[in-house]
């Protein structure tokens, strides 16, 4: 059975930092798209930054260069460091996975991903 965790969510004030953590369990394919999400309150969810199993990475034009999203394999766990963020950017994260690769042309459509974590809560204030 594949679970997803995030942890490291919690209240920064704006220009600061926060790193989330994503525990993965039961997902053992070698080909593999994992994914971070957002859901600011009251808006739809977007994905943020996503990495497939070689390490190939793609992020939203809008965290690009502050956002990084990495893996280590030996802990199965997902990461998400995010620097100088805004009160725009407070909500929901949640980590989500597919098996297969990354689909780059069309890797922010969250129907495609079958596993999901419960989410960590971010709230940057001004």
């Known amino acids: 059975q594949v679970q997803l965790m995030e942890s490291g969510g919690g209240s920064v004030q704006a220009g600061g930092s926060l790193r989330l953590s994503c525990s993965v369990s039961?997902?053992?394919?070698?080909?593999?798209?994992m994914v971070w999400f957002r859901q600011p309150p009251g808006k739809k969810r977007e994905g943020v930054a996503a990495?497939?199993?070689?390490?190939?990475?793609n992020y939203l034009d809008a965290v690009s260069g502050r956002f990084i999203i990495s893996q280590d394999h030996a802990k199965n766990t997902l990461y998400l460091q995010m620097n100088r963020l805004t009160p725009e950017e407070s909500g929901m994260y949640f980590c989500?996975?597919?098996?297969?690769?990354?689909?780059?042309?069309?890797?922010?459509?969250?129907?495609?991903?079958?596993?999901w974590g419960q989410g960590t809560p971010v709230t940057v204030s001004s």
């Open positions: 989500a996975g597919e098996r297969g690769g990354c689909p780059w042309t069309t890797v922010w459509l969250e129907y495609q991903y079958n596993y």
């Open positions: 039961g997902f053992t394919y070698s080909s593999y798209c």
């Open positions: 990495i497939d199993n070689d390490g190939r990475t």
